[in-house]
């Protein structure tokens, strides 16, 4: 069951780079809460699946040639840890960031909770401010 999780996981985490955020039903539980912390638009959230997949497509409206790595993937019970890196390029407007036309590349780690084959809950903490400083957001 272990390396089915590492799977769901790694196929939740690619759909930041393939645009299918639908897919997601598939993998989640109708209850899933996806902390995000920091949440891109700001502070921290605990995001639905409605909530996440809008995420995700409102990542796709602002950012192109996504590319996604995973680095390093860790599994232990009903848990899987997933380092990633993902380098994509701001060509659209997202949330409150208007295109740059720069790229950027940031990692960060996603922590999920496996219940009854589906995914409950995810953590992610990222590189907000690499991923900010390298599209000439911050200084």
């Not at 939740?12 to 997601?24: T, Y």
């Not at 995420?55 to 997933?82: M, P, R, W």
């Not at 380092?83 to 780690?109: C, M």
């Amino acid at each position: 069951m272990a390396n089915n999780h590492k799977e769901t996981s790694k196929a939740i985490l690619e759909l930041w780079g393939d645009n299918f955020p639908d897919k997601a039903t598939d993998y989640l539980s109708p209850d899933y809460k996806n902390h995000q912390m920091p949440y891109a638009g700001g502070d921290t959230s605990a995001l639905t699946v409605k909530g996440w997949q809008q995420l995700v497509a409102d990542f796709h409206k602002g950012f192109s040639n996504t590319k996604l790595e995973i680095l390093l993937q860790i599994s232990e019970g009903d848990y899987v840890c997933t380092r990633w890196r993902i380098t994509a390029t701001h060509t659209g407007k997202f949330l409150q960031y208007e295109a740059t036309g720069k790229t950027s590349s940031w990692t960060g780690v996603h922590t999920d909770r496996y219940k009854d084959g589906k995914m409950v809950e995810s953590w992610v903490d990222w590189d907000k401010y690499t991923f900010l400083e390298q599209l000439g957001l911050v200084e």
